[in-house]
């Protein structure tokens, strides 16, 4: 084998390390949003539970108002009953008076009701809370875990490309570049042997002209059947 398709080789080898690196890289970053995905339901549960509860406090507001408003009614229609002067009078100033505390009665009773669900609420918004916190803290092992797993890779990257680059110097220049040239499409193994007459990767027969050069001067033959790079074995 020509020494410049040894080199080449090497310079493929940390090529394929890279890569590889480069996928455990990418595996990362779905588990980290699998992570940010769990927390974030969690907080949103919450955030519409805090949402709900302040209608409902809105709601509750009002209807103490409206207690307070029919509260008056009662006073004075109290006030109107005391003052009558004919049994026709007091008679309608009676119903009248029953009537608003009727009123008073049915704003109190809804008040109550939202306050009960009000409370309710509280109690799931507590849950929600403690379900969020349950949740980072369950994360916070899981993100470090991440971070540390993705500071190594990337270290692990920039030691062997830098590596690379070094090795990458013994190959000649144009022998180089015609590699990286296919190698940035693929992304994957570039250069192959050739497999007695044909080409290893996808056993695509080479003319014998072509399998001649490659073996007198150690240059590389791309094999029309599937683009790889092919340089003679032996
Ligand atoms: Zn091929």
């Known amino acids: 084998m020509h020494p410049d398709v040894q080199s080449l080789l ?15 890289l990418a595996a990362l970053a779905p588990r980290l949003a699998a992570l940010e995905k769990e927390r974030l339901r969690a907080a949103q549960d919450l955030e519409r539970a805090v949402k709900s509860v302040a209608t409902e406090e809105s709601r509750h507001r009002e209807a103490q108002h409206r207690s307070d408003a029919n509260r008056q009614l009662v006073e004075r229609s109290q006030r ?14 009676m119903i009248q008076l029953e009537q608003t505390k009727r009123m008073v009665d049915d704003s109190e009773r809804e008040a109550t009701q939202i306050q009960g669900r ?43 490309r830098s590596k690379r680059d070094q090795t990458a110097k013994s190959v000649p220049r144009s022998m180089l570049a015609k590699y990286d040239k296919v190698r940035t499409r693929r ?5 192959f042997p050739l497999r007695g007459t044909s080409c290893s990767a996808c056993d695509t027969a080479i003319p014998t002209q072509r399998r001649a050069a490659m073996a007198a001067t150690g240059s590389l033959e791309m094999c ?3 683009g790889a790079l092919l340089y003679a074995g032996e």
Request: net charge negative.
């Open 118 to 160: 009000i409370n309710e609420m509280r109690h799931h918004i507590a849950d929600l809370e403690a379900a969020l916190a349950d949740v980072e803290h369950r994360q916070t092992d899981a993100r470090a875990a991440l971070d540390k797993e993705r500071a190594e890779i990337e270290a692990q990257i920039a030691a062997d």
């Open 10 to 24: 090497a310079v493929q080898r940390e090529d394929l390390e890279i890569y590889a690196l480069e996928e455990r």
């Open 80 to 93: 109107a009953y005391e003052s009558v002067t004919s049994p026709r009078e007091a008679n309608a100033a």
């Open 187 to 191: 992304r994957a193994e570039t250069v």
């Open 224 to 226: 029309e059947g599937c």
